[in-house]
């Protein structure tokens, strides 16, 4: 089984919908990560949370929220999507001890109409 | 400028070639430094870590000039299976947060 899976693997949604993007890890990480993935950008920090209480924003929070609900579930949400938000979404999780290695799931493609 | 920047690429090479990436930062307080490479449609996968006197795993050798900022990656006897994107990242700030570069598309051709 994967260490880190991601729900759901693809989605279409229409604009001003809400919607939820899971993680959940089997490695025993604190860290996890959330990124999105851009033709021509790289991957880019949307959130990130080291442990179950503390959530902090990374590089592109506006327009997306977290909640950390177990240390080994982490969820992103876009209260209302809107078209330039389609994008591949990655969730990654890192130790404490080896922080700097991150291991990401599958992946989200995400389309908004 | 970005904070990580890496050849445009795509690079299409003949199996067996030899050939180099390279990679620059632009924050001179970053930390740490590595190699990801990433399948098409898959996620990114550490390649390897970049330490200052260098470093080798098997064909594949990482270089770190901290003067230069500047990162390579050099891959010799490359085989189909190397074809991927390859994403230099560097470890910036106090967070100590990774911060990718948009990464170099390799196909090696048989």
């Known amino acids: 089984d994967a260490d880190v899976t991601q729900t759901p693997r693809n989605r279409i949604t229409k604009t001003g919908k809400r919607i939820m993007l899971e993680c959940s890890q089997t490695?025993?990480?604190?860290?996890m990560y959330w990124y999105r993935q851009d033709p021509g950008l790289g991957l880019r920090l949307i959130y990130y949370s080291f442990d179950v209480k503390d959530i902090n924003k990374g590089e592109i929070s506006d327009g997306y929220s977290v909640s950390r609900q177990a240390q080994a579930k982490f969820s992103l949400s876009l209260e209302s999507a809107i078209p330039n938000q389609t994008a591949l979404y990655f969730c990654a999780t890192s130790g404490s001890r080896n922080q700097e290695t991150q291991y990401f799931g599958p992946g989200t493609r995400l389309l908004v109409l | 400028r970005k904070e990580v920047e890496q050849d445009p690429g795509p690079f299409n090479v003949p199996e067996g070639a030899t050939v180099a990436f390279n990679c620059t930062y632009s924050?001179?307080?970053?930390?740490?430094f590595f190699w990801y490479r990433q399948d098409c449609r898959k996620e990114p996968k550490l390649l390897m870590s970049v330490y200052s006197s260098g470093n080798e795993d098997g064909r594949f050798t990482a270089q770190l000039n901290r003067a230069s900022q500047y990162i390579s990656l050099l891959i010799r006897d490359s085989k189909l299976s190397d074809s991927a994107t390859y994403l230099c990242v560097v470890n910036t700030g106090s967070a100590r947060q990774l911060t990718f570069g948009s990464g170099t598309q390799l196909t090696v051709l048989p």
């Open positions: 490695k025993g990480h604190d860290r």
């Open positions: 924050n001179s307080a970053s930390q740490s």
